[in-house]
């Protein structure tokens, strides 16, 4: 501990973390960053959890947030040792019968693997790339008034739907219902809930605009980068300090916590006015995710090439498996065949394993809390795609629910996002509060992925959080 004083103090090192004190500090404040464990990163971490030199990431490994987000892009990233690797296809979804979809770059080159659907996934993502500079624009800066609304307008109109109703009033192939599913259930929801049309669209949006990459050597080097350029700016950070209360922390003008609503009670909640810390106690958490890390001793045996081509694959077949899967697991039970989302960044990235060897990451999801083990059950989806695949394993690691929370507080009860991003918390995150960041309790802000514009690799909770503190209370814009 210290008992120097600081202009703000940030506590958690996730990318939001590591983004409000970057900010904080480029506007000349003096700024002390806090991470609970002995390394900074939170959702960023890599680490060898099988054998020594196999390199994985143990929470996030795909970014097509990252690359995406105006922050990182505005920060010399590279020159601090950041490198994002692409594979040919941003993602493979195989199917029982051997064929696969391919999300690319070029929309065209994707239609053509969408067979019947062809024609119309052209004709849907043409439209919805005309309107996307506009609603990364939204995402980005989710309280500046829209400057174009028609193009927004014409988005909302398709994503303010489910997905299922996406999906079922524009395709009628195998191909394009299941890779769409695919990416409607990266939203960790029903396929039927609302907004669930607009997280797919975005997600699409993302594939063809900047791809879906990730950082050469592991996520890990993303926040190593954050936090070379955070120091070389003078911050401090300080790790292995697990705040139990905001009351043990230096004195400073600002402290803004890469924290969720739960924890926020914990360690401040006597600071919150009555209704403050009602609409904290309020604030929804979504289902969880089971996570299991390979060594392997050679590539994944799949058998579509496509898969071989992708960085991400998802394993779920049909439209209606993952509808099914999903649906489930919202309703609190274990599904026999989930929807596996599974990452194989070291056939593109050597540094990740030895020689030969190979790396895989993959989680499904589950309901909150729960410690079933789920390892059979997602190696069962992986070998039926990949036969043979079993036979390749050196050695694994797992992560149930609970563990997850464990191992990183924000993830509670296994949810990986922070909170449930539905309609309800869209961007009324954590409560329906203007501004979102701030709290009842003065100089004190939340600034995790619990506010908006929500889960994901982007910096961007903590980017407006920053800005809206440093108004607030350094009166600056
Ligand atoms: C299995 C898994 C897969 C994922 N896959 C992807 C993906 O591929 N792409 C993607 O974009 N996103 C992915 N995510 C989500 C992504 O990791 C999160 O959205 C992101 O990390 C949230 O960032 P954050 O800064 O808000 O919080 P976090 O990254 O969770 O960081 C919070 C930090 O605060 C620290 N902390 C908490 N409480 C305290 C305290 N009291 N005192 C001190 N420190 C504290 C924690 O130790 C942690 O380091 C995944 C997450 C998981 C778990």
């Given at each position: 501990m210290t008992n120097t004083k600081?202009?703000?103090?940030?506590?958690?090192?996730?990318?939001?973390?590591?983004?409000?004190?970057?900010?904080?500090?480029?506007?000349?404040?003096?700024?002390?960053?806090?991470?609970?464990?002995?390394?900074?990163?939170?959702?960023?971490?890599?680490?060898?959890?099988?054998?020594?030199?196999?390199?994985?990431?143990?929470?996030?490994?795909?970014?097509?947030?990252?690359?995406?987000?105006?922050?990182?892009?505005?920060?010399?990233?590279?020159?601090?040792?950041l490198e994002f690797l692409y594979s040919p296809l941003a993602l493979a979804h195989p199917f029982d019968d051997g064929s696969a979809a391919e999300l690319e770059h070029d929309i065209h080159q994707t239609a053509m693997s969408l067979g019947a659907d062809t024609r119309s996934y052209e004709h849907l993502m043409q439209n919805t790339m005309k309107n996307w500079p506009a609603v990364s624009n939204s995402i980005a800066h989710p309280f500046a008034f829209p400057k174009h609304l028609i193009p927004l307008a014409r988005f909302g109109s398709k994503g303010i739907f489910s997905a299922r109703r996406l999906i079922e009033r524009n395709f009628k192939g195998m191909q394009a219902r299941g890779m769409l599913a695919g990416v409607a259930a990266h939203g960790v929801q029903p396929l039927t809930n609302w907004i669930t049309g607009a997280i797919t669209l975005i997600f699409l949006c993302l594939g063809h605009d900047k791809g879906w990459p990730f950082p050469k050597g592991g996520s890990q080097q993303l926040a190593n980068a954050l936090a070379s350029y955070f120091l070389s700016l003078g911050g401090r950070i300080e790790t292995d300090w697990m705040v139990e209360s905001l009351d043990e922390l230096p004195n400073a003008s600002a402290y803004l916590l890469d924290i969720t609503p739960k924890q926020l009670l914990k360690i401040g909640g006597s600071r919150l006015s009555a209704w403050n810390r009602r609409q904290m106690k309020n604030f929804k958490y979504g289902s969880?995710?089971?996570?299991?890390?390979?060594?392997?001793?050679?590539?994944?045996?799949?058998?579509?090439?496509?898969?071989?081509?992708?960085?991400?694959?998802?394993?779920?077949?049909?439209?209606?498996?993952?509808?099914?899967?999903?649906?489930?697991?919202?309703?609190?039970?274990?599904?026999?065949?989930?929807?596996?989302?599974?990452?194989?960044?070291?056939?593109?990235?050597?540094?990740?394993?030895?020689?030969?060897?190979?790396?895989?990451?993959?989680?499904?999801?589950?309901?909150?809390?729960?410690?079933?083990?789920?390892t059979e059950r997602i190696e069962k989806q992986v070998e039926r795609f990949a036969p043979g695949f079993r036979d390749r394993i050196l050695s694994k690691h797992v992560f149930d629910a609970v563990e997850m929370e464990s191992y990183n507080p924000n993830y509670v009860g296994g949810d990986i996002g922070g909170g449930i991003q539905n309609w309800k918390q869209l961007i009324t995150r954590p409560a329906l509060r203007f501004p979102p960041y701030r709290t009842s309790a003065q100089g004190v802000y939340l600034c995790s992925s619990s506010t908006p514009p929500g889960g994901g690799v982007h910096g961007l909770c903590g980017f407006n959080a920053a800005k809206q503190a440093l108004k607030d209370i350094f009166g600056q814009r």
């Open positions: 600081y202009d703000a103090v940030v506590v958690g090192s996730g990318p939001n973390g590591l983004s409000a004190a970057i900010v904080l500090r480029q506007a000349g404040l003096s700024v002390l960053l806090i991470e609970g464990k002995p390394t900074i990163g939170g959702g960023l971490r890599s680490a060898s959890l099988t054998l020594p030199g196999y390199i994985h990431d143990v929470c996030s490994a795909i970014h097509p947030f990252a690359v995406f987000s105006p922050l990182f892009n505005s920060l010399p990233l590279q020159k601090h040792g969880g995710v089971f996570k299991v890390d390979w060594a392997l001793d050679g590539p994944i045996p799949f058998k579509s090439d496509a898969c071989k081509k992708a960085a991400t694959v998802h394993l779920g077949n049909s439209f209606e498996e993952i509808m099914k899967c999903e649906q489930e697991v919202s309703l609190g039970k274990i599904p026999e065949y989930p929807f596996v989302l599974l990452a194989q960044q070291s056939l593109f990235d050597p540094t990740r394993a030895p020689q030969d060897r190979q790396v895989a990451w993959a989680y499904c999801h589950v309901p909150a809390n729960s410690g079933v083990d789920m």
